[in-house]
């Protein structure tokens, strides 16, 4: 056995061996005998090698060349184009095929001659054994397809019809369908581009039982934020998946579509537990609000007028403060909600405590009563968890802690901590809230004892109210 061949024989790739001695002699040719076979065959082995993907998650913008198999998802319309004006061949024309494999889905474009003939011949369920050249393209990654043959003995374990789920997606997908629940709308925003031209771009989030996705719907689709609501649920149709931030995100264009659904669509908040954030962190935060103070205004440095407002969140492990800025800090919260504080950056706080900011990328999520309780946390182990809040419509009270508690109309003395300063005030000694009815000058953070007259979970001092 040759040279040739020996090297051939170790080759895992898709190529044929007299395609690859015919490289070989090419190589020699272009090294002008600075090679032997052996040598060339070792290089050619090596360029092969590296255009082998092992799926279509793998693919990026920039690759010389890939080779993958993928099953055919959609089949597209042909169109025709005007070349340009020193282009003297005949009009254009395109395919755009959806393949898909275990790892993700791409979309591949032929042209031409190889265009008509794949409108002809391909059919959804198709497996191609595919050669070509990935670009940035319009909705995601592309690939320019340079040969493509059906591969029937191969087979490829993806769903062909309808909306995939919101952990099915990968980057570089396009033309991908989702259904879920509406979790939070952003108003429309404007921007400049390079070309001078403005923009206008709107997110919503989106969840369904397996996770979350932001949307993001650039141009004439932005709008349709305006037409969906929290709590609805809808199907994004013709979506394609990018990267932001290290995160998954669906982008929409001119042929997108959000669609109403009426099936119910459950949504499971996958939460990070308090007691392990970090600064630094990007995180969702899911848990009951403990206090809740009023909206701030401040002076920012370009003039114009800013707004915040800080509420205390507890979820089974621990609470934190969170700062909710701009018009999220109008969200109607207050102590007892359950909510979901969606992509907030932890940050070094007041007191060096860790603080969670909730910014223009955030989203504010109200969830029904019960839905933060899906922690890795034992209730009875954790006092001051969620149980704290009993069936979650407000802070646990001291009449409601059974027979350890004062009666009712019972003069006590209550020792705790002010988690709301002003009207209504909050104490929480980490067993029970309390709300106490007196005008009082507190901070938030103090320790104080007070005596009084214990009437329906609410501590009234003599003489006030």
Not at 219 to 230: G, H, K, R, S
Not at 310 to 322: A, C, E
Not at 392 to 413: C, L, M, S
């Amino acid at each position: 056995m040759g040279a040739i061949e020996d090297v051939y024989e170790d080759l895992d790739a898709d190529v044929s061996e007299d395609e690859f001695r015919a490289a070989v002699e090419e190589k020699v040719e272009q090294m002008g005998g600075l090679a032997d076979e052996e040598t060339a065959a070792m290089l050619v082995a090596h360029e092969v090698a590296d255009r082998e993907v092992s799926g279509i998650a793998d693919i990026e913008p920039g690759m010389e060349e890939v080779k993958f198999l993928a099953k055919v998802v959609s089949v597209g319309d042909l169109r025709t184009f005007e070349r340009d004006e020193e282009d003297d061949r005949d009009e254009g024309r395109v395919l755009n095929v959806d393949v898909a494999d275990e790892t993700g889905q791409v979309r591949i474009t032929f042209w031409d001659e190889q265009a008509e003939g794949a409108a002809e011949e391909l059919e959804t369920g198709t497996v191609l054994r595919i050669a070509g050249r990935p670009r940035d393209g319009y909705s995601g990654v592309e690939v320019s397809v340079d040969r493509a043959e059906p591969e029937p003995d191969a087979d490829i374990d993806v769903a062909l019809d309808g909306p995939r789920s919101i952990d099915d997606l990968s980057l570089g997908m396009s033309g991908v369908t989702v259904r879920g629940r509406v979790l939070g709308v952003d108003d429309v925003r404007e921007f400049d581009r390079d070309d001078g031209s403005t923009g206008r771009v709107a997110n919503l989030l989106l969840g369904d039982d397996t996770g979350r996705v932001r949307v993001t719907l650039w141009d004439d689709v932005a709008d349709l934020v305006t037409e969906v609501d929290p709590g609805d649920g809808v199907e994004v149709v013709d979506g394609y998946v990018r990267e932001r931030d290290g995160a998954l995100e669906l982008h929409c264009n001119d042929r997108s579509a959000i669609d109403p659904v009426e099936d119910t669509v459950d949504y499971e908040p996958n939460a990070t537990p308090i007691d392990t954030v970090e600064i630094g962190d990007t995180v969702d935060l899911a848990g009951v609000i403990r206090s809740a103070d009023p909206v701030r205004t401040f002076d920012r440095d370009d003039g114009s007028e800013g707004r915040v407002r800080n509420v205390t969140v507890q979820d089974q492990t621990d609470t934190i403060r969170v700062a909710l800025w701009g018009a999220k800090a109008d969200a109607e919260l207050g102590p007892g909600d359950e909510v979901l504080f969606a992509d907030v950056e932890i940050q070094d706080g007041w007191q060096d405590d860790l603080e969670a900011s909730a910014g223009w990328q955030s989203t504010v999520v109200p969830l029904a009563d019960g839905e933060t309780a899906a922690t890795d946390v034992d209730d009875e182990e954790d006092p001051t968890g969620l149980d704290a809040f009993a069936d979650g419509d407000g802070p646990t009270t001291a009449a409601d802690d059974g027979e350890d508690a004062p009666a009712t109309g019972e003069a006590v003395e209550f020792t705790g901590v002010v988690v709301q300063a002003g009207d209504p005030i909050i104490l929480d000694d980490g067993q029970r809230t309390v709300t106490v009815q007196a005008d009082l000058d507190v901070q938030r953070g103090e320790t104080v004892t007070l005596e009084g007259t214990l009437e329906a979970g609410r501590l009234r001092i003599d003489g006030n109210g």
